[in-house]
Structure formats: C-alpha cells, structure tokens
C-alpha cells in the first residue's frame, strides 16, 4: 500500500491556479492515483484519477511525472467555492488489496 | 438516479449500547465500501464487499464491528458495545464495478457515543 503525503494546508486568492502536489514513493505498478474533494458535513467527491503523463477534465487537470513517485493537481482560477479538502488516494482498487487509505488531506482555503 | 443514502444522519448513543448503520448504494453498483472519518483526521477503510462477500475485513478496528451486505445492495455496518473511541462519521461509498473505478459517497452518519 502507497503511503501518500501531501501539504496539511494552503491558502491562495479567488482565480489564481492552485497546484496542490502530492508525493507517494511507494507507488506500485498497478496502483491509480485519484484525487477527491471535501466539504465540512459531506463525503468525498472524486475529483480526477490517472494512472500516468497527464489528465484533465472539467474540472481540473492532474500531471504525473514519468517515475510516478509524484502528482499534482492543478484547480485553475480557483473560487470561494473551492475552499475544502483535497484527498491524494493512491491504490490498486482491482488488485487483492482493499485495504484503501486515504492520509490528512490538503485544506485549500481561498481567499477572496 | 439517486445517490449513495445513509441513515441515520447523526446517531447519539450510550457507551455499550449496539447501534447499526444503513448503507444504500447507487442501484447497479456492485462494489460497496465503509470508511470512518474521526475529527480533524483523514478517512480510514474499514471493508470492502464485491456484491454480497466481503473479502477482506482487516480494517475492521475490532471483533465489535462488524457488516454484512444482502441483495447485492444495501449493506449495514454494526457496531456492538460501543465506545467513546467509536465516536466518528461512518462514511459508505459504492462503484460500479471492482477495479479502478470512481467511488461515489454517501453524506456518512454522524455517531457520537456518550
């Protein structure tokens, strides 16, 4: 199992680009990397997932080197909204391990 | 379509007393997880079921817990003798297959034990 880690907390202003990188040294060959997001009082809602190079979606856009052994989210021109916590998960969710662990996460607080 | 339900939202409760919590998962779904939030710390995984089995149970915290699932659907999770260490949000996600697959959440249940 990855361990995962990643900043305890960030602060950056309304439509600024926050890049929120998360390092996880251990990763094994058929582990993804997924990023979820969370506000006070809800479950996670998964973000974006990837496996290597680069992903974007609607929402936001996730580069992995070629080593694996790093991520990074990138939120473009990020709003008040956006404030909450930024979980880095990084398992082989088809694999015999279950056991998925999600660390601390990243409080990204945007500032107006 | 419907989202992942929990109930109850909050749950207050004795130490010692048995509680159970109710997972619904998006219809269709065939993989269901449990997770446990505790204040100001991150999720933790507890178990994990492919249709009505659950093939690993390690991250249970102890023989106090435990889960089943029926249908292929609904699960519960219970909880004997609880303790104050018990008290968290109790967080049930499901996908649609096993495998790399986005997990959808539940709003969780929000258990407090006095």
């Known amino acids: 199992l990855a361990k995962t880690t990643q900043p305890i907390s960030m602060d950056s202003y309304e439509g600024q680009e926050v890049n929120i990188t998360c390092s996880h040294n251990n990763i094994a060959t058929n582990d993804y990397i997924t990023w979820y997001q969370q506000f006070p009082s809800q479950g996670p809602r998964f973000i974006i997932q990837g496996y290597k190079t680069k992903v974007t979606n609607e929402v936001a856009s996730l580069f992995i080197p070629a080593d694996r052994k790093s991520s990074t989210l990138s939120l473009p021109r990020v709003s008040l909204s956006d404030t909450a916590v930024y979980y880095c998960?990084?398992?082989?969710?088809?694999?015999?391990?279950?056991?998925?662990?999600f660390g601390k996460g990243t409080l990204l607080t945007v500032n107006p | 379509g419907a989202g992942v339900s929990q109930s109850p939202s909050n749950k207050v409760t004795e130490k010692g007393k048995d509680v159970e919590l109710r997972c619904d998962p998006i219809?269709?779904?065939?993989?269901l997880y449990w997770y446990r939030q505790s204040l100001g710390q991150g999720l933790e995984f507890l178990i994990y079921f492919q249709g009505n089995s659950a093939p690993d149970k390690s991250g249970l915290p102890s023989d106090r817990f435990s889960a089943e699932r029926t249908g292929g659907s609904v699960s519960t999770l219970t909880i004997q003798r609880t303790q104050q260490e018990d008290s968290a949000v109790y967080l049930c996600a499901s996908s649609l297959r096993q495998g790399p697959d986005t997990q959808y959440f539940g709003p969780g249940t929000r258990l407090t034990v006095l």
């Open positions: 998960l990084v398992g082989d969710m088809g694999g015999s391990n279950y056991k998925l662990t």
């Open positions: 219809s269709g779904h065939t993989a």
